[in-house]
Each structure stands twice: as structure tokens, then as C-alpha cells.
């Protein structure tokens, strides 16, 4: 498709087990990020990829959360032993490089229980 | 660090009224400004940008204009219409990174 596509687009888990997020971007773009929207929250910044460079992953919350990225294009976010705190919707972005311009997916709403 | 403060809501306000909706950014260096907006239902999307001091975004009625001195964007529509009903977020990018502000939700009455 034309945009970026996440799934699953919703997710229930129970507390404790892990999850996996996907990520396809639009074709061609090369920087990718995840941030995390929570109730009456601002979106909070995870992680970003650009090319081949080493991910920024300053905003990860704990050693729980964890993304890659491979052959440049699809993009995972795996949270192991989730905990009811990680209940937000994960949105993925992506952009060419240096616009500023983030072309969001609809998101992933996980809810652990 | 970065951050963007942005007009706490919930808005309501009237068809055709006028809408301001603040924003105030703190950043190193010299960031471009966005604001996104996100419809009920849909993905964040693109409202409109400006990369440097005094410039001005605009996009379907709304405007918004850089000012350096007062570290603002504030958001701007001389007539909302009902289909304006949706939550918006200021932006700043800095060291690749874009950073959000919490989001104002606007709810135009008809």
C-alpha cells in the first residue's frame, strides 16, 4: 500500500507474556520510529532507525522493550513480560531523510491485562 | 532537552468561531515547527510546518507562524468548521528526533 501499515491493529495479552508489533513503512523511506500514545498522553518517543546507522534508542522505557529493523524496511517492536504500564497505542512513522515530515500508520492499541 | 508545551484542552467551540490553540517550544538550535493533527479514527497526519524564524505554515484555513523571540507556533483558524474536530500536536524536530507536545483535543459544535 501507499502508507504505513501496523499490525495487528489491536492486541490483548495477559500481563507477562510477550508481544511483537510490525511495522512496514512506505517504500523508500529511509528513517523509521516508534512512539507510544497513551490515555490523555502525548506520544512518547521510543526509538528511531535511519539507513544502515546505529538506532537511536534513547527512548525505550525499560530493557523489556526492543526493535529492529530489517533490510532497511520492516520493523518489529518486541515488549517481553509486558506489564499493565505498557497498555498505550504503539505508532510507527517513517520519513526520508531530513524533512521533518512523519508519515504515521494507524497505530497498534495493546492492552494487557 | 526539547520540549513543547502545548494549550491544555478539551476546546469547544462553535461553527465559524476563532480558534488559537498555543504553543510554546524549548529547544538547542534552530528546529523546524509542525503541527499534526489526528481525526477521530485515523492515523497522526501533517497540518503544516515552518522551518525557520518568522515563517509562516498554513494549510486548509489554519496558520500558524514561527516566532523566534517567544519561542511559539501558536495554531490559528479564523472559522472553524465541524470536520475540525479532531486532537492536535505541536511539533519540534532536533537532533532527528521530533518531539511532541501532549495534544490539545478541539470539539467544534455545529
Known amino acids: 500500500g501507499a502508507g504505513v501499515s501496523q499490525s495487528p491493529s489491536n492486541k490483548v495479552t495477559e500481563k507477562g507474556k510477550d508481544v511483537e508489533l510490525r511495522c512496514d513503512p512506505i517504500s523508500g523511506h529511509t528513517a523509521l520510529y516508534w512512539y507510544r500514545q497513551s490515555l490523555g498522553q502525548g506520544l512518547e518517543f521510543l526509538i528511531y532507525?535511519?539507513?544502515?546507522?546505529?538506532?537511536?534508542k534513547s527512548g525505550l522505557p525499560s530493557d523489556r522493550f526492543s526493535a529492529e529493523r530489517t533490510g532497511g524496511s520492516v520493523s518489529t517492536l518486541t515488549i517481553q513480560r509486558t506489564q499493565q504500564e505498557d497498555s498505550a497505542v504503539y505508532l510507527c512513522a517513517s520519513s526520508t531523510e531530513g524533512t521533518g515530515e512523519l508519515f504515521f500508520g494507524e497505530g497498534s492499541r495493546l492492552t494487557v491485562l | 532537552g526539547n520540549s513543547v508545551t502545548q494549550m491544555e484542552g478539551p476546546v469547544t467551540l462553535s461553527e465559524e468561531a476563532f480558534l488559537t490553540i498555543n504553543c510554546t517550544y524549548t529547544a538547542t538550535g534552530y528546529p523546524s515547527l509542525f503541527w499534526y493533527v489526528q481525526y477521530p479514527g485515523e492515523g497522526l497526519q501533517l497540518l503544516l510546518k515552518?522551518?525557520?524564524?518568522?515563517d509562516k505554515g498554513s494549510n486548509k484555513g489554519f496558520e500558524a507562524t514561527y516566532r523566534k523571540e517567544t519561542t511559539s507556533f501558536h495554531l490559528e483558524k479564523g472559522s472553524v468548521q465541524v470536520s475540525d474536530s479532531a486532537v492536535y500536536f505541536c511539533?519540534?524536530?532536533?537532533?532527528?528526533?521530533?518531539?511532541f507536545g501532549s495534544g490539545t483535543q478541539l470539539t467544534v459544535l455545529p
Open positions: 511539533a519540534l524536530t532536533a537532533a532527528r528526533q521530533l518531539t
Open positions: 515552518a522551518t525557520k524564524a518568522d
Open positions: 532507525f535511519q539507513g544502515n546507522s546505529a538506532p537511536d
